[in-house]
């Protein structure tokens, strides 16, 4: 079962303009959201991450909105530009001491966001 | 220099055949892990070791064998490779258990014929 939906699976955006990734949780005892982007043969790179005590984080043109009551996040790219064309995950980590097993990311399905410039 | 490193990155061969697959990170992470991304490009956590001790392990076919010989090095073992384990696998590290900042390889892609 998916514990952490994404959406749209695609966006197109021309340049300039304001790219809008969601994703939405059911776990409470999610307690890291990072963000991950991957262009196509690489791997997947750490973007930008909030924890749910935080309702908005800033990093450049990314940006982190957090509804903890409603379970939701999402990625807000301002600016964007053909060179953020990539695939971006959200992710949701299990709460727990970091010494015991059961700590992991779960991820989203992933958006293919294509900038046309 | 590379964070983490895999090796091959790209593997073809036949069903049936045995393949393995290697990662070393340079980090002195203490958690590492293997995922699956499969061609809806979904990544879905496989295997997970701290401190060569595995952690995570996923409802994955028992083909599948990873193996720590150190805190900087996992290995992955696929036995009676079938058309379905074609994905790239990547391995990633982090600091500790579910350490949300982890770091990805560049992947090996598996194409089974």
């Known amino acids: 079962q998916q514990q952490v939906k994404q959406s749209p699976q695609s966006l197109i955006v021309q340049k300039g303009g304001i790219s809008i990734i969601n994703c939405a949780y059911e776990?409470?005892?999610?307690?890291?959201f990072p963000w991950y982007q991957q262009f196509p043969g690489k791997g997947p790179a750490l973007l930008i991450a909030?924890?749910?005590?935080?309702s908005e984080k800033k990093e450049g043109r990314f940006t982190i909105s957090f509804n903890k009551s409603a379970k939701q996040f999402s990625l807000h790219i301002m600016d964007s530009q053909p060179g953020d064309s990539a695939t971006y995950f959200c992710?949701?980590?299990?709460?727990?001491?970091?010494?015991?097993?059961?700590?992991?990311?779960?991820f989203g399905e992933g958006t293919q966001l294509t900038v046309n410039p | 220099d590379t964070a983490v490193s895999q090796t091959p990155k790209y593997l073809v061969t036949q069903m049936g055949n045995d393949k393995s697959i290697k990662c070393e990170q340079n980090l002195g992470h203490d958690t590492m892990y293997w995922y699956k991304q499969d061609s809806k490009k979904f990544l879905k956590i496989m295997f997970s070791?701290?401190?060569?001790?595995?952690?995570i392990n996923e409802t994955v076919p028992n083909r599948f064998s990873p193996k720590s010989p150190d805190k900087a090095h996992l290995n992955l073992h696929i036995n009676s490779l079938e058309l379905g384990d074609s994905a790239v696998y990547f391995c990633?590290?982090?600091?500790?258990?579910?350490?949300?900042?982890?770091?990805f390889g560049p992947g090996t892609r598996l194409t089974v014929t």
């Open positions: 909030i924890r749910p005590d935080v």
């Open positions: 776990n409470t005892a999610f307690d890291y």
């Open positions: 992710a949701a980590r299990s709460s727990g001491r970091r010494e015991t097993s059961g700590s992991r990311l779960t």
């Open positions: 990633a590290s982090s600091a500790y258990p579910g350490g949300g900042e982890q770091y």
């Open positions: 070791y701290n401190n060569k001790e595995l952690i």
